[in-house]
């Protein structure tokens, strides 16, 4: 089984959000998937994935929370997406030991980007090779400059950032609100942008472990 952890320092980044695309985009290539949500205070993930079975929005895809990884690990699954809490505790560190990829979502304000990158520096320093950690710019803004000052800040810092990144936007709220993914908003341009960063996603994963 393998898996991927979307794990961050701050709250409200994406997480959740990235770990239902991610999750899409594999079963809808027939995979097996299954969302772990570790944020067992809210189960955002979980309440999505009940939300997006009563709508019947196919593919359909499961999530259990948990509360220990090697729990979330057994079982006959292709894949699992670990859907973290806001935090860099052992629970966090654990997590991104287990997955073959760690995204963590983050903002273009310096108030997010800071934390976030001390997050991934401190990932590394507990052995975390960071060719497995990829950051994904969410919420940006229509300022083209601030996502490219926040692209190169984490390349500064050693870490690789997805090219596609995903702009902050009502459809995409509603879209978490019927059940569906940020690749299954009204929108086809929206549409065509989400799948361009999951199939990033698919990339790095696929360049890890082949
Ligand atoms: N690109 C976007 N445009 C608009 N809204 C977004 C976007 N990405 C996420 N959101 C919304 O922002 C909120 C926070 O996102 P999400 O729940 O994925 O963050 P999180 O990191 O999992 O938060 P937490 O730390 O609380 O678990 C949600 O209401 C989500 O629908
Ligand atoms: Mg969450």
Redesign the pocket.
Known sequence: MLAIACL?Q?????????ARLIAQTYAAGGWQVKIADF?TK?K?SVDWAALRMSQNVEPEIPAEAFTEVARATKGDLDLIVF?G??DSDTQTLRLAQSAELTII?TGVSADDLVPQIRFAQELKKHGIDPRKILFVL??TTDSTAATTDARNFIAGAGFRACITH?????A??NA?NSGRT?AETDFPSLNERSTALANEIVEALKEITE
């Open positions: 961050s701050k709250g409200g980044v994406g997480k959740s959000t990235l944020n809210q955002t859907d809490k806001p979502p969410n919420k995903i702009p902050n936007k009502t995409f709220v978490h940020l």
